[in-house]
Structures are given as structure tokens and as C-alpha cells.
């Protein structure tokens, strides 16, 4: 296994921003971020590629969220700005060690972190 440590939510006003990070325990090629809301299915919210520095993100963030990384603490943060109540979801941070293969889907990765629960009022 693959310690995966998020850190970062909490509970923020409409508009607001946080800032989630994922710090794994060695080198991942490919990093991601997903969520899952009560009631809803697990979603893609954003992925790197971090031999590139390759992003891509779901449509529902594109513009208002960043993913980026520091490969020299295997680290990739989640900057999520103009944030709104539909953005409340427990926010899980995946990883994998496959070279060459990135997609934004949970089926993918190989390594989860436990979550982080992010919480936007009204």
C-alpha cells in the first residue's frame, strides 16, 4: 500500500476558496482528485500527470479549480476557488504508478486516501 495523507477541507461561504493536498509516501505518475456527494456517485474532479505536468479537468471545475505538484514532496494540491454548495463532497485523493496511462476515472487508480470532507454554505 501507498499512504495517500489529504489534507485541506473544511467549511467555507459561496465564492469562497480552499486548498486540498495529497502527499504520497513515494513517486506516483498519476494523481488525482475525485468526489463523491451523499446520495451521489463517485466523480473525476481533476488529474495530473505528473511526469509531464499534464492536467485535466471535469467541466463542472474547469476555470474555478487547479491541480498542480511538487514532485519533490510527491505532493499534489487542489485549489479550489469561487467555490459553491454543489461543490459539497467528501474529496478523495487517488493515485497510480502506471507510466504513460492517466485517465479521470476512479477504476484507474490504485491507491486512495481516506478523504477529505469540504463543506460550502449559501
Known amino acids: 500500500q501507498v499512504p495517500l495523507v489529504e489534507s485541506g477541507g473544511g467549511s467555507v461561504q459561496a465564492g469562497g476558496s480552499l486548498r486540498l493536498s495529497c502527499a504520497a509516501s513515494r513517486y506516483m505518475y498519476c494523481m488525482g482528485w475525485f468526489r463523491q456527494a451523499p446520495g451521489k456517485e463517485r466523480e473525476g474532479v481533476a488529474r495530473i500527470y505528473t511526469g509531464s505536468g499534464n492536467t485535466y479537468y471535469a467541466d463542472s471545475v474547469k476555470g474555478r479549480f487547479t491541480i498542480s505538484q511538487d514532485n519533490a514532496k510527491n505532493t499534489v494540491y487542489l485549489q479550489m476557488n469561487s467555490l459553491k454548495p454543489e461543490d459539497t463532497a467528501m474529496y478523495y485523493c487517488?493515485?497510480?504508478?502506471?507510466?504513460?496511462?492517466?485517465?479521470?476515472?476512479?477504476?484507474?487508480?490504485?491507491?486512495w486516501g481516506q478523504g477529505t470532507q469540504v463543506t460550502v454554505s449559501s
Open positions: 487517488a493515485a497510480d504508478r502506471s507510466v504513460g496511462v492517466c485517465r479521470l476515472e476512479s477504476s484507474e487508480f490504485n491507491y
